[in-house]
């Protein structure tokens, strides 16, 4: 028998490898074929800075400093180019796939593989491979940072909780969703912890309604109890020497040090003003202040586990953050700038998306996921599986956060799609194995006929996902014709930077790109070996144009008196960038979605939907023109 599962657990392994570089292939074909996106541009130019002149200052703006580092890295390794630039991110969305080889116990061996193929086919996580931003890597520390916890809860192995130290640390280093991430899962072990405490020994008497309510308030805040462990008798009274509270003992600390600009907050309410040549030390007064209660419970909790856990975090987070520690503002800048901006934005709205955006987009794009996925959560929840209920208390608590925060974009899918694809996979993995047990276990014909339908199941999800992911990734990239490519910059571009490619192998001719027409990125990029100034149009007076300089503009911003000067050139229009037009969604009501729930139409609008994206006749577009010198 030991031989027998082990003979599965190694196929199991190696289809989960080949599913993975599978997945490899299919994120890096064609992977320079798009143009670099604006957003993509910033963080490739900034890396290649960096790997050039071991230059980087973090800015808040563009999240945390882990990417640039690692496609720095990748440039050093292998050149700057726009191939190279999207690798980290190919790379990472392939090692997501091989993520659900730590959770076997969970998800069973038929479970791993289903969740490695999702992570492998499915369109937002494939696209988002494909593209230089933040979300895979956040992604791939999510999944560790979950893991770290089961594995922990399961065996309490103290190199769990380093794992977990260090993913986190990475994680804050990466993007700000890990304030979310973190904040989901206190309260998680908040409410566990308090229902231990307060409630898993309590009689059904007339009080138990007065418990559960007084439970409900108190968790929140159940974090306060940390302040009565230096008293021995609190500690033993209430039997907190638990994983539970270990871990929440070990996230709570590491995330406090990263919450000093919270304190924005209460003072915005009361209002308080803190003069600027005072922010400095009020600052650093709040961050040591923190820093003080964090050491205070570590101690009493554990100090030697506790010191282990802060070094490898703090050693990760300040050396990403300080670049080496070649730039030392980069510790303010984290602990306060990441967090102080975040909040900031959440005023913007940015994206300016209806409260409904991911129940619309999900299903576009994970339909089974989110079908099967909802499904299996509630099925388990109600057999009261502690790992699924926790699995499914992260992506319903990931689901509010979002829908609720000022910023919402399609790369944001990619932090809903994790969770519901391990969802998806023990709900199909366990369909498939009772089934399978059935069917060994008795030969009769009717438990042929019951294992055909999850194997028809999951066969419709394999090709949904793999035919949506083809359409998005290689049929409709270029335009965005799809609501996950939002805005794309357009495949004219690269074919006007070939064009000044061969002027310049010919001539050495000034190029001024203007600002004030919204085309500074990605030339900025794309000309980085280049002289390049970058003018408003008032400037255009002062080009002394005997030197044939390339120009890049719209057509309102040259004045009439110009064009005499601009004899020489010859006048390339293009299109710069594109973007998805959302009137479509953003006009739905609820009296338009009951409309069309009443007489069919909503069915049969969402297939068509789904099955005829590449209209590019709707597309909103920001045009320039380039003005290029002729060639002999």
Known sequence: MQNVNYFIKSKMILITVLIALSAFILRIIDLDVRAIHHDESLHALYSWVLMKEMIYIHDPMTHGPFQFHIIALFYRLFGDSDFVTRLPSAVFGSLLVLTPLLFRRLLG??????????????????????????????ALWTVLIICSILRYREKRNFVWLLVLACSLSFSFATKETTFLTSAIILLYLSFLLTYRLFLSHSEKTVFSTLRVICALIVAPFFWLTTLLMPIKRFRLRTSLSDPDYDLFIIIGTLT?????????????????????????????????LLMIGVLFVGIYWNYRKWLVCFVVFSVTYFLLFTTLLTNLNGIESGLWGSLDYWIDQQEVNRGEQPWFYY???????ELFLVGIGLFGAAYFVLKKDRDVIFLAWWFLGTFICLTFAGEKMPWLLVHLTVPLVFLTAKMLGSLLDSNIYLLRSSQSTHYVAKLSAPVIL???????MFSVSLRVNFSNTGI????????QTSPDLKLVMNQIEAIHSEKSSPIYIETAAALSWPWAWYLREYDVKYVTGDYFSLIDFSTQPILITNKASVPGSMFEKLQYARRVQYRHRSWFDESGYRSITFDSLLEQAMNGSLILNGIHFLL?????????????????????
């Open 109 to 138: 061996n038929y479970g791993v593989v289903f969740a490695a193929l999702f992570f492998a086919l499915s369109p937002s996580l494939v696209y988002y491979s494909r593209f230089a931003r933040n979300d895979l890597f956040i």
């Open 612 to 632: 005829d994206q590449g209209d590019e006749s709707s597309v909103g577009s920001l045009y320039g023109e380039a003005y290029l010198p002729r060639l002999n």
């Open 458 to 464: 999951i066969a419709i999800t394999i090709i949904f």
């Open 359 to 365: 129940i619309v987009m999900l299903p576009i794009y």
């Open 480 to 487: 965005p014709t799809e609501p996950l490519i939002y805005t």
């Open 256 to 288: 406090a040090t990263q919450l000093a600009a919270a304190i924005k907050i209460p003072l915005a309410w009361i209002p308080i003003i803190i003069p600027d040549e005072s922010m400095n030390i009020f600052k650093l007064s709040v961050i040591a």
